[in-house]
């Protein structure tokens, strides 16, 4: 069920799995507002790649894609942050609690199982994609021998035309 919860609020933003500010201090159960003091705090250990605030644009965006809701978790003038998986696993360095240590174990866990389902995804893409080609062989195969039997045929109805044919310069 927790697996599920925390698949359900990861997002794929700017190309990467990621999950925002607000449903994070949701799941280790404090305020938005704390959480984001104790990221400020510790800003130098959260970089570009483990950490990214949204644009006006992004924010709209996403927003309106009813991917998820603004308006009950801040206003216009506060643009959430998003957290790569680095940067949830460095979540767990900042947030001491045990309520924490054992959500980022959660959290972590539902990154690999959705990074395993990817490539569960690409190996099934690989497979049918590999089926498709051996089909479409067999296709052609299955045409050139259908294409030879008609060839016969046409022949046998020649070759049958050819000596059943009123001969010329005998008698019978």
């Known amino acids: 069920m927790q697996l599920q919860l925390i698949q359900n609020r990861s997002y794929e933003l700017r190309d990467?799995?990621?999950?925002?500010?607000?449903?994070?201090?949701?799941?280790?159960?404090?305020?938005?507002?704390?959480f984001n003091q104790a990221i400020k705090r510790n800003i130098d250990s959260f970089?570009?790649?483990?950490?990214?605030?949204?644009?006006?644009?992004?924010?709209?965006?996403?927003?309106?894609?009813?991917?998820?809701?603004?308006?009950?978790?801040?206003?216009?003038?506060?643009?959430?942050?998003?957290?790569?998986?680095?940067?949830?696993t460095m979540i767990a360095s900042i947030l001491k609690s045990p309520k924490a240590g054992a959500m980022n174990i959660a959290i972590v866990r539902a990154f690999i199982a959705l990074r395993k389902l990817a490539l569960q995804k690409n190996d099934l893409v690989k497979?049918?994609?590999?089926?498709?080609?051996?089909?479409?062989?067999?296709?052609?195969?299955?045409?050139?021998?259908?294409?030879?039997?008609?060839?016969?045929?046409?022949?046998k109805i020649e070759h049958k035309k050819w000596i059943e044919r009123e001969r010329i310069g005998f008698k019978k």
Do not use: C
């Open 127 to 155: 497979i049918l994609n590999a089926l498709k080609d051996r089909l479409d062989e067999r296709d052609v195969q299955l045409k050139n021998i259908y294409d030879s039997i008609e060839n016969l045929l046409h022949e």
């Open 47 to 88: 970089p570009e790649d483990f950490m990214f605030r949204f644009t006006t644009e992004e924010w709209q965006n996403n927003s309106s894609q009813n991917v998820m809701s603004s308006g009950k978790h801040r206003g216009a003038k506060y643009l959430p942050y998003a957290f790569t998986e680095h940067g949830v």
């Open 16 to 34: 990467e799995k990621a999950m925002l500010d607000f449903d994070l201090a949701e799941l280790y159960e404090v305020e938005t507002r704390v």
